[in-house]
């Protein structure tokens, strides 16, 4: 802060120590879009409730656009000892253009930067909306590629039941949906115009806050100064929101990095997205997924700082709210990175179909079909499971599948068994049998995947 910016009632300058401690220009200079906005919206009001004249408006805009230029040509000098983007643009301004002085009539920067941050949130919301319609798009079409891909489900990680591969990337195609979802509702928190709400008790002059509004496009005004003013809740929101996404994408991560090892083997990630070891050279490690899976840590971890920075804050605007920015832009890149990877790495994701398939082929798999099966043949389901895992235990004693078990054995089991039970093991007509909504026949799927492309128009 320069010693007029301060005000005319220190006498020594701030200690060095305090200066670095306290600037945060360094990180918040990325709201130098959204500050000349909100400042040119501003002044444009000024300019309608009489204290600014015509020609100091204009000046004031050209003045504001020329800094523009000049940071985005990376020609701006920005000071630490101005402390943060507002005081740096606003001191730049009134260098070159005096009435500048003018511009902060009826403003402080508690009711600037939470305007700042809103408007700079609500794109980043927008953007992140179509980096997921993007992901989805991309499940999509691994969806319709690998349709006849069959591979065992997990519960526990343990096979459990044959699943379509397609069906596994529809349910990331539903997470994707609810995130895009969250993300619209936060927004219409985040779109609260809190400008006009001055240090904390708005302002005597005549400010005409709709103006500002529509001007900036938001769509509503904040309805307390006090709270207008000291509210990160939107952040908060938006962090979460994000925390869920990311969560989300390490599930995915966690997926790739298991069926890619050589127990699995069911995928193999591009060259371009995995590594070798310094040390073992057979190795083929997918550390893009891995980064992915630990990005979660620092994302939940803003989150917490968030909400701790929050907690027992007095009204209303303090200092510590300075600490929001940090956190946000973390999330925000962290998010940003994550799809930059993972979205790639998906679409040219390699699948080894003939070993999904022999994975598959584990007839064990359909134990829970043969139970069904009893019950169409009047057997209560509790019963039906008691004699299937008999089953299983009788041909783990004889060293073979169920599908390889002779009927002989079955029928000591259960005279109800002929050789009919076998069809149950006829895959993928297995699968064709589920047909309720949401479950994995291969109608079912390919109804899915075409209703998501006519919502997502692809
Ligand atoms: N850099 C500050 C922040 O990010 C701007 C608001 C400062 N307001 C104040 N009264 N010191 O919160």
């Not at 300058?13 to 000349?36: G, K, N, T």
């Not at 100091?56 to 000098?77: D, M, N």
């Not at 490690?285 to 700082?305: F, H, Q, Y």
Request: charged share 30%; with cysteine.
């Amino acid at each position: 802060m320069t010693h007029q910016q301060r005000g005319g009632r220190f006498h020594e300058p701030v200690a060095d120590a305090m200066r670095r401690f306290s600037q945060s220009v360094s990180f918040d200079w990325r709201l130098y879009r959204e500050d000349i906005e909100g400042s040119i919206a501003h002044a444009r009001m000024l300019r309608k409730i009489g204290i600014l004249k015509p020609e100091e408006l204009s000046a004031i805009e050209k003045g504001l656009r020329q800094i523009e230029k000049e940071i985005e040509q990376g020609e701006f000098h920005w000071r630490e000892d101005l402390e943060d983007v507002h005081m740096n643009i606003e001191a730049a301004l009134t260098a070159i253009v005096p009435v500048g002085a003018k511009l902060h009539t009826g403003r402080s920067r508690n009711d600037q930067v939470a305007t700042d941050v809103r408007l700079w949130l609500k794109k980043v919301v927008l953007r992140q909306q179509s980096t997921l319609q993007e992901w989805q798009r991309v499940l999509l079409n691994r969806a319709e590629r690998d349709i006849d891909v069959l591979l065992p489900g997990y519960t526990h990680l343990q096979r459990a039941q044959p699943v379509r591969l397609a069906h596994h990337w529809l349910a990331y195609v539903e997470m994707a949906a609810r995130d895009h979802d969250r993300l619209q509702d936060a927004l219409k928190r985040i779109d609260v115009l809190p400008l006009g709400s001055g240090a904390l008790a708005g302002s005597m002059l005549p400010l005409d806050r709709e103006f500002v509004r529509r001007e900036l496009g938001f769509a509503a005004l904040s309805r307390n100064s006090m709270d207008a003013v000291s509210d990160r809740d939107f952040i908060v929101e938006y962090v979460a929101a994000a925390t869920l996404i990311a969560v989300h994408l390490s599930r995915l991560a966690e997926d790739l990095i298991l069926w890619s090892s050589a127990e699995f083997d069911f995928v193999r990630v591009p060259d371009a997205f995995a590594t070798g070891s310094s040390l073992m050279p057979q190795k083929r490690n997918p550390d893009a997924a891995e980064l992915a899976r630990g990005k979660v840590g620092r994302v939940l971890g803003n989150l917490v700082s968030l909400v701790t920075m929050l907690k027992g804050l007095p009204m209303t605007y303090n200092r510590d709210l300075q600490e929001d920015k940090e956190r946000l832009f973390d999330t925000v890149d962290t998010i940003d990175g994550i799809f930059s990877v993972m979205i790639p790495m998906v679409r040219d994701l390699v699948i080894r179909e003939e070993a999904c398939l022999k994975a598959v082929e584990d007839a064990q798999l359909l134990a829970t079909d043969v139970a069904d099966w009893l019950v169409t043949h009047g057997v209560a389901f509790r019963d039906a499971h008691h004699i299937v895992g008999r089953l299983v235990k009788v041909s783990e004693e004889h060293g073979c599948s169920l599908r390889e078990l002779p009927l002989v054995e079955w029928r000591k089991v259960s005279p109800i068994f002929d050789e009919r039970v076998l069809e149950v093991f006829k895959l993928p007509d297995a699968l064709e049998k589920r047909v309720m909504v949401g479950a994995p026949s291969r109608r079912n799927v390919v109804a899915a995947i075409e209703e998501w492309k006519g919502k997502l128009s692809c």
